[in-house]
């Protein structure tokens, strides 16, 4: 089972709302108490920004339909295609919207499967993502009388294979453009709080950016690690991917890609927030050329990590 965050079903004001309104209601996600959360979230914050939010869809959306739900079921259907040998399914679920995870689980209930593996795409772990995934999971367990024997896999940050594919996608992309004086990776950050409290999504953040580097063969200089897409006015993780932006050709680095290694398939974090905002940001600093290097998406060294992490899950259990 694939797991993924989730998009809207179309890029109108109405979906935003629905897809936004369950997204922003889970606990994992937002966790104030909900006597306070949800009238500032149902009463100002969904009538608000959902029509705005419904707009940078409209910018990204592909004649096929939303970016993240067409590169997820081409996802699944060249891992399956891997898998067909093995007689293994492979079905494809949303922690919110749909196809859910529910629906996922049913497919697999219905094709009598016993063993379940779940593979959230989030190389790294956060509450706020894996752990919701477990969350949802459990919940749908609660009502079953037969729980399958299942696997679920963490986190990858760190695994050869993955690390292997971003390499792979940032060489033929310099290939193609032109190697940069830096190469930034932006993450998609959590509150700082989390990372109080035990998250160690920030650490395997930096691990990821390490192993990349190193596997690239750059130097300190060469490269840095930023976090973006931060909510609210509470401290988040740092350095922030916007600020960075701006400050950037004011030490002399006008020449950049971007990477966000985090992001399994490409959607409205990379395509609209990354490739259009914050270059707008760095042009308007002073940048002289920004690119943006496409999530790992359905390559074959992506689908190739997939596999790897799947058959290491039949081979150990």
């Given at each position: ?59 990204i959306w592909w004649e096929e339909g939303s970016p993240l739900m067409v590169v997820s079921r081409r996802q699944q259907a060249a891992l399956s295609q891997q898998l067909a040998a093995q007689d293994i399914p492979v079905v494809l679920g949303m922690s919110y919207g749909d196809p859910s995870i529910e629906s996922a689980w ?15 795409l989030y190389p790294q772990y956060s509450v706020s993502t894996s752990a919701s995934v477990f969350d949802s999971w459990a919940r749908i367990m609660k009502k079953e009388r037969q729980i399958p024997y299942f696997s679920f896999i963490r986190d990858y940050y760190n695994h050869p294979s993955y690390i292997k594919a971003l ?151």
């Open positions: 089972m694939l797991v993924n965050l989730g998009t809207p079903s179309a890029p109108t004001a109405k979906a935003v709302r629905a897809f936004l309104g369950q997204f922003l209601h889970d606990y994992r996600v937002v966790d104030l108490t909900r006597f306070l959360w949800c009238p500032i979230l149902h009463g100002v914050i969904l009538p608000f920004r959902s029509p705005k939010v419904a707009k940078l869809y409209q910018s049913q497919e697999l209930k219905a094709a009598g499967v016993e063993k379940v593996i779940i593979l959230p390499a792979d996608s940032v060489r033929q992309d310099w290939q193609q453009n032109g190697k940069t004086d830096l190469l930034l990776l932006s993450y998609h950050g959590i509150p700082k709080r989390f990372e109080n409290q035990g998250d160690p999504y920030g650490h395997q953040c930096h691990k990821t950016s390490e192993l990349l580097a190193a596997e690239l063969g750059l130097e300190p200089h060469q490269w840095r690690t930023t976090f973006q897409s931060r909510f609210g006015r509470e401290e988040w993780l740092q350095p922030y991917t916007d600020e960075t932006m701006q400050a950037l050709p004011k030490e002399g680095i006008k020449h950049i890609s971007v990477i966000c290694p985090a992001f399994s398939a490409d959607c409205l974090e990379t395509l609209e927030e990354i490739s259009e905002e914050n270059k707008e940001y760095f042009i308007a600093a002073g940048g002289e050329s920004y690119h943006y290097i496409p999530a790992l998406n359905d390559n074959s060294a992506h689908i190739k990590m997939m596999l790897d992490l799947v058959n290491a899950e039949i081979t150990n259990n």
